[in-house]
């Protein structure tokens, strides 16, 4: 059934350095996978994530060769199996590698929504929106950069939410930071921190407290992955919001975080989660728990932000809206016809699947050899 796997290495420079508590990007390294069948369909996916392994536990480098070494033969040996039978399959035969799963899965979906002649969101359920709002973010690490880019955004009518990435320094430093561009922008302006898990618990007090008084609206990650219990006092303690990201990685760790009030926001991943389908069970976890919900991103290229839109337009309600900018922070194009991106939202295309078409010759002089 499954005629060919491949996976592809794709280095493209960012924009500018995004400066994160975890790494400093200059170049994003995508992981495209592609998957073709005997019966002429083909089906795309990604497994970017950030920093090598600066941020989780899958690089560039173990995801491409786990695919090709473990889940391309298994998936080759299939035969008259729905999708669900064949993750199943994979779930069952290899353990972890969410990112490289989410990958698979996506491109299995793009071919069987192709299949239906249907976009890729109407197999997950159905779409409630057809387009998401989308936030930048500011990540040079220099105030006046970030205060500049910001107003240009604004004037493109392009983004009008921000989200600043704190947790390398000190958190004094990063809130005089934070707070300066706050009162540039103007009290009409939202302003989110990701703090990118790098603060203890007493640090996180002393400065949510400070953004809080402030006027910032929300905190991304500020304690460890694993220290749900320091999450749940924030919670409890703080009116801000504070959205568990790195925390979450799939629809168990959703359901221990909803159970513990560790979180306000949930930020929906969908490499993180483990595949489209989890990222839709993490989005049915936190409407049943209260949770607001949030689309995440990893950085990635087209194929994961519009695979990551689709699963976004099913959610009833994007109360802290999305972060799908990662094909905007790359300098080179790999698909035909760029994403649409718009008065401060991106547009979900109508043809059936992804609703992409990719620039293989493109891919071809950027991939790594």
Known sequence: MYKTIETMLVEIPTI?????????????TLVLVKITTND???????????????????????????????????????????????????KKNINGNRFAKCA???????????RLALPLSEVLGGRLRDSVPVLWVLASGDTDKDIAEAQKM????????????????????????????????????SIRVDVNRAWSELEAIKGIQLLQDGGVDLIEQPCAIDNIDAMERLTRKFDIAIMADE???????????????GASVFAVKVAQSGGLIEGCEVGKIAKLAGIDLYGGTMLEGPV???????????????????????PLLLTEEILKTPLQYQDFELHLPTGAGLGIELDEDKIDNLRRQ
Do not use: C
Request: overall charge neutral.
């Open 16 to 28: 500018r350095p995004h400066k994160m508590a975890v790494a400093t990007m200059q170049t994003q």
């Open 40 to 90: 002429g369909f083909t089906g795309w996916g990604e497994a970017t994530t950030i920093g090598g392994l600066g941020y989780g536990e899958e690089s560039p480098e173990s995801i491409k060769t786990n695919i090709d070494t473990y889940f391309s033969p298994l998936l080759k040996s299939l035969y008259g199996l729905n999708i669900a039978q064949i993750m199943q399959t994979i």
């Open 104 to 114: 698979i899965q996506t491109a299995l979906l793009d071919i069987h929504a192709q």
């Open 304 to 326: 994961g932000t519009i695979a990551s839109a689709h699963v976004f337009s099913t959610f009833d309600h994007l109360a802290y809206g999305t972060e799908l900018f990662g």
């Open 154 to 189: 604004i004037a493109a009518k392009r983004h009008n939410v921000f989200k600043l990435k704190i947790g390398s320094r000190s958190v004094e430093a990063d809130v005089e930071h934070v707070l300066t561009i706050k009162q540039a922008l103007g009290k009409d302006i």
């Open 247 to 261: 925390s979450l990685n799939g629809p168990h760790s959703a359901y221990q975080i909803a159970r513990n009030n």
